[in-house]
C-alpha cells in the first residue's frame, strides 16, 4: 500500500493537470485577451445602442465565446471593406461580423463550425418597391450592396445589374429609403430585423441564394484557437445557449439550418 499511495496520488494530479491544461484559455495576440473586430455598423449584428455601447447578435455571442474561453474580450472596429485583412495583418485574433464560410475564404483563412445560419434577401422600398422575386429580375437596376461582401459576388455573378456599393449599411439603406436605389441586396435576418424594429420604408421581397454559414474567421496558423472556438460553440449549442441567443435577437433559433 505505500507504494500504491503515491503512485494514486500522482495519477490524481496528472489527471487534475491534464484537465486544467484543457480548460486553459487558447494563446492570443494578447495574453488574456481575446481581440474581437467587428463592423460596429451592422445591426442587428454589430451596432452601437442610442447611449453608445456596443450591442448585437454577434457582440453577445462574442462575449459569450470569450467568457467560455476564458479570456476577456476586445473588440476593435473595422470597415468591412479591410476586416479581412486586418486579420493576416495580425490586427486582432478573430473576426465576429457574420462572416459567410466560402471555400474561397477557406484558401486564405480558417472558420470555426457555424454559429449562424441565414440566407440572402433583396429588399425595396415598402411602398414604392417593386416585387422582384429573383435576382434575374435586377437586371438594369441600381441594387445596393455591401463592398467586399459575398453579396456583392453573388450579384455581380448574375450579371447586368447595375451595382452601388457602399462602405457600411446604413448607407445604403438610406439611399433606398430616399429612392434612390430600386433595391437592395442582404441577410434575411437583417432585413427583417431592420424593418421590424427599426420602422425602416423597405421589406424583404425574394430570397434568393442557398443557406449561407457564417463561423469566426482566424488566421489558419492559429489551430489551438481554433481547436478551443469550435469546442465552445458545440457547447453552447448543446445546452441551449445559442438557441436563447437567436431567440433574444430575432425569435427563433438560428444556430442550425
Known amino acids: 500500500m505505500r507504494r500504491i499511495l503515491p503512485l494514486l496520488a500522482l495519477t490524481l494530479f496528472a489527471g487534475s493537470a491534464a484537465h486544467a491544461q484543457a480548460q486553459a484559455a487558447p494563446p492570443t495576440l494578447t495574453r488574456g485577451v481575446l481581440k474581437i473586430a467587428i463592423e460596429g455598423t451592422y445591426a442587428p449584428f454589430t ?30 472596429l473595422t470597415e468591412w471593406g479591410g476586416i479581412l485583412a486586418g486579420l493576416q495583418a495580425n490586427k486582432y485574433d478573430v473576426i465576429v461580423n457574420q462572416v459567410g464560410i466560402t471555400a474561397e475564404r477557406q484558401k486564405t483563412i480558417a472558420f470555426s463550425e457555424p454559429y449562424t445560419y441565414s440566407r440572402p434577401q433583396i429588399a425595396v422600398h415598402s411602398v414604392k418597391g417593386a416585387d422582384y422575386k429573383a435576382l434575374a429580375d435586377l437586371k438594369g437596376k441600381r441594387v445596393g450592396v455591401g463592398l467586399g461582401t459575398t453579396f456583392e459576388k453573388d ?61 469566426v474567421a482566424m488566421k489558419k496558423t492559429n489551430i489551438v484557437l481554433k481547436v478551443a472556438i469550435d469546442r465552445a460553440t458545440r457547447q453552447m449549442k448543446a445546452d441551449g445557449t445559442l438557441a436563447k441567443l437567436g431567440e433574444k435577437w430575432f425569435g427563433q433559433d438560428v444556430s442550425k439550418p
Open 155 to 215: 450579384l455581380i455573378a448574375a450579371g447586368g445589374i447595375n451595382i452601388v456599393t457602399y462602405p457600411g449599411t446604413p448607407e445604403y439603406l438610406a439611399d433606398l429609403a430616399a429612392g434612390r436605389l430600386d433595391a437592395i441586396y442582404n441577410d434575411k435576418l437583417l432585413i427583417g430585423y431592420l424593418a421590424k424594429s427599426q420602422g425602416l420604408p423597405i421589406k424583404g421581397v425574394g430570397s434568393a441564394g442557398s443557406v449561407d454559414q457564417m463561423g
Open 47 to 76: 451596432y452601437k445602442d442610442d447611449k453608445g455601447n456596443l450591442t448585437g447578435y454577434d457582440v453577445d455571442f462574442a462575449r459569450l465565446l470569450a467568457a467560455r474561453l476564458g479570456l476577456k474580450p476586445e473588440f476593435v
